[in-house]
């Protein structure tokens, strides 16, 4: 069999698993597996950008997700009245102080001699600098979290359409990829990946614990939707026009409204990961995806060919971050609320390499079609392991420990088996089911 | 001015719990040093590998405790330590013989076992959900204090109270107990010696008719030992939470890669690093700052530099320090 026929096939098994669920399960279901699948293809491609193009071992894809909702908010959300004037200004003063203290200190440790001297004043400036900035801080968020705290109590954002949005998430990502890469990327493969980690965890931190910027723990609702493309339910059942297309499909009104407003979004998202895959593709056949590739297989003599390996490596990660923070904010305005408790790591950061490894590491449609098929194995794994269990328990007598245990924890079947299929691939197929040109 | 207070204070919120924290982190950067230092990759398993073994402890310490056995003061939990290392040993040997093995005879690139190793995470993982469940299990039992804050205070006359939990003073001792064990196996036995050549110059050490299947075997059960022992301590001495564990990755590779990956000293002192780093920068100093201040400079805030829930963020930046200005750490890395 080609080449294109084979992947072509691929690609078409993974839509019939989805069109299967729909005809076997529900719609909704089906529906909600390609919006999360289309989501996940998005991610893959920023990790495929990082691990697949430039093999940067990136293990904070959580982190820069998580800021692409936390743009979300920013940028969508109405203004919390009288936040700005509270503190708004104050925390900005602060924060602005907090880099400066940053800044005074980096430039003593380059212009002054070196020596006790040198450390010390480093020291000082920067405790200096701290209170400071903690003295500024503190009372502005106070002032911020005192504001109407059962529903607002942070400082909103700026109330503009959520569209917007989503190349915002990508910028905020893409700015703090680049802070992460500056400090980090001069490092060997296993640090990078520690130290993703640790930023991944640390974002998520803030996020929850810092109330004046998105509600931290008692999460932000009712972010508004892309309209006109996605409606409202309780609009379209009330307008006459839909009314007759539904009846037309012979579905009842309720059940037309939810699937119309899910598709509305697929149709979004679609136009989104095709857009991103024809950069990704372009670049890869580009000089430049040539030249990164070269670097990925030998670093040394890539840097001895006049190449500057840093930058290129700080370039294509600051990209493939901020790939993934579009991708984060595209799911936050999904689920239409911020929560960043749900942020895991197991989640957003191992099962999107599961993707991307099981697709194919360095091919794009690899990792888009290893994104769907692991998304939709996420979803249906717990019904099947349910399932599964329910027929080895069918012998055993009602009320057993054993059987009651068991049915209770098929849930967790998941994560057995996306380890299970990862190691299986790496084992029998280490380059994917779509393996790099 | 009142430095007894202020000291007894300090050990009581600070001292104590990092001693206890730093002896656990301790133990688990020994076994991701360990790793790194035979089979030269970054075991991102671990944390798991830690929660299985703890796992198998809280399964044995229930059954022990059905069976009406207990160990006086100490905790049951003790007991069960033994036969929780022997399954975490049988776990991560058949896990080595099915998994690891293959990409170590295929001579693999490290960045590809990081990336099985992240499979083998996903699986351990399931597998303790699948059997414990995700949530919180209590299994401690025994005395709860070696000495109780309101005891100290009639015992000394002072103020301030110094509270020592049981299970934080068996921490220290059986982490001590291991520590100077595994230091004598690797220095004074000629299996610890055949690990340390092995580590230093791999080509020497098979030119010197070193099995290198059996230094990985026996590297597997001393690592199998050291993460049951220290989730089992970490359990006891906080609870057991299958996703804590998880959690715990970042601290202990931060005290292993600040000691310098692949140096036992360096994983000890790495581990007391970031544990009194942590605890003193989110601890609110107000208490201590009371007893010692002038009269009328108390300090009016909590003087807390960073609030509790940052205290990922405090390993992370030690971690980027290091890495920065010394990259091998603090201790030279790569040799055991």
Redesign the interface.
């Known amino acids: 069999m080609s080449e294109p026929v084979k992947n072509t096939l691929l690609f078409a098994v993974v839509a019939g698993l989805i069109l299967l669920t729909g005809f076997t399960q529900s719609w909704n279901t089906a529906i909600l597996i390609l919006n999360m699948g289309l989501i996940s293809a998005i991610m893959a491609i920023g990790v495929n950008l990082q691990w697949g193009f430039a093999g940067l071992f990136n293990v904070g894809v959580m982190g820069f997700v998580a800021l692409g909702g936390l743009a979300v908010v920013l940028v969508s959300t109405p203004p919390t009245p009288g936040a700005w004037v509270a503190g708004g200004y104050g925390i900005v003063l602060s924060l602005l102080l907090g880099a400066a203290t940053v800044v005074a200190a980096v430039l003593v440790a380059t212009k002054m001699p070196k020596g006790r001297m040198q450390t010390l004043t480093i020291i000082a400036v920067l405790l200096v600098g701290f209170f400071v900035y903690r003295a500024v801080f503190d009372p502005n968020v106070a002032a911020i979290e005192a504001i109407d705290p059962a529903i607002a109590g942070n400082i909103g954002g700026l109330n503009l359409p959520v569209l917007l949005a989503w190349p915002a998430g990508g910028l905020l990502a893409a700015g703090a990829a680049w802070l992460i890469g500056k400090t980090a990327l001069g490092l060997r493969s296993d640090y990078l990946a520690i130290a993703t980690l640790g930023i991944a965890e640390i974002i998520i931190a803030v996020m929850k614990n810092e109330d004046w910027l998105a509600r931290g723990v008692k999460n932000v609702y009712g972010i508004p939707r892309p309209s006109p493309v996605v409606g409202y339910e309780v609009d379209l059942q009330q307008d006459p026009a839909f009314l007759a297309r539904a009846d037309w499909f012979g579905l009842d009104p309720i059940t037309a409204s939810t699937l119309s407003v899910k598709l509305g979004y697929s149709l979004l998202f679609m136009i989104v990961l095709l857009v991103l895959l024809w950069m990704a593709q372009m670049a890869l056949k580009s000089p430049w995806g040539r030249m990164m590739r070269a670097i990925r297989d030998n670093e040394v003599a890539a840097e001895a060919m006049g190449k500057d390996v840093t930058r290129r490596h700080l370039q294509i990660f600051v990209l493939g971050s901020a790939v993934c923070g579009i991708a984060g904010a595209m799911m936050t305005t999904l689920d239409g609320q911020l929560t960043p408790s749900a942020y895991q790591p197991l989640r957003f950061t191992f099962l999107v390499w599961v993707m991307v490894i099981v697709g194919g590491s360095g091919n794009n449609f690899g990792a888009v079609l290893g994104a769907f098929l692991i998304w939709f194995l996420w979803v249906q794994v717990e019904p099947i392991g349910l399932w599964l269990m329910s027929l080895i328990t069918s012998g055993m007598p009602d009320g057993s420990w054993l059987k009651a245990h068991l049915i209770d924890s098929a849930a967790h079947m998941r994560l057995f088996t996306m380890g299970l299929i990862l190691l299986i691939v790496l084992r029998f197929s280490p380059r994917g089911l779509i393996p790099e040109k | 001015m009142d430095l007894l207070n202020a000291l007894v204070a300090l050990a009581n919120f600070v001292l104590v719990p990092a001693v206890a924290y730093g002896s656990q982190l301790a133990l688990g950067a020994l076994g991701v040093t360990l790793i790194y230092g035979i089979l030269r990759?970054?075991n991102f398993a671990h944390g798991d590998t830690m929660a299985f073994g703890a796992m198998i402890a809280v399964l044995v310490t229930w059954g022990l405790q059905a069976a009406g056995i207990s160990f006086g003061p100490l905790p049951t939990a003790l007991l069960a330590l033994p036969f929780a290392i022997l399954g975490c040993i049988v776990l991560v040997l058949i896990t080595d013989r099915l998994?690891y093995r293959?990409y170590r005879e295929q001579k693999a690139k490290?960045?590809?076992l990081?990336?099985?190793s992240?499979?083998?995470?996903?699986?351990?993982?399931?597998?303790v959900?699948?059997?414990i469940?995700?949530d919180d299990q209590r299994f401690s039992d025994g005395a709860r204090f070696l000495i109780k804050a309101r005891d100290f205070k009639e015992m000394t006359g002072l103020r301030e109270g110094l509270a020592i939990k049981t299970s934080q003073g068996i921490t220290v001792v059986v982490a001590v107990v291991a520590v100077v064990l595994l230091f004598w196996f690797l220095n004074k036995t000629r299996t610890g010696k055949s690990m340390r050549a092995y580590s230093d110059n791999e080509d020497l050490a098979l030119l010197s008719g070193i099995n290198p299947e059996r230094v990985v075997m026996i590297t597997w059960i001393i690592v199998a030992a050291l993460a049951t022992t220290a989730g089992v301590l970490y359990g006891l001495d906080k609870s057991f939470k299958p996703f804590v564990y998880?959690?715990l990755?970042?601290p202990i590779?931060?005290s292993a890669?600040v000691g310098g990956?692949g140096n036992p000293l360096g994983a000890i002192a790495g581990g007391f690093i970031i544990a009194f780093s942590e605890v003193t920068i989110t601890y609110a100093w107000k208490k201590v700052l009371t007893y010692v201040a002038p009269e009328g400079l108390e300090p009016s805030g909590l003087v807390q530099?960073l609030?509790t829930?940052?205290k990922?963020?405090v390993?992370?930046v030690i971690?980027?320090i290091v890495?920065?200005f010394k990259?091998t750490g603090l201790f030279k890395g790569k040799v055991i």
């Open positions: 990759f970054s998994v293959f490290p960045v590809i990081v990336i099985v992240m499979g083998v995470m996903f699986i351990l993982n399931g597998l959900r699948f059997i469940g995700p998880f959690q990755l970042l590779f931060a890669i990956l530099f609030s829930d940052y990922f963020a390993s992370f971690l980027l890495l920065l990259p």
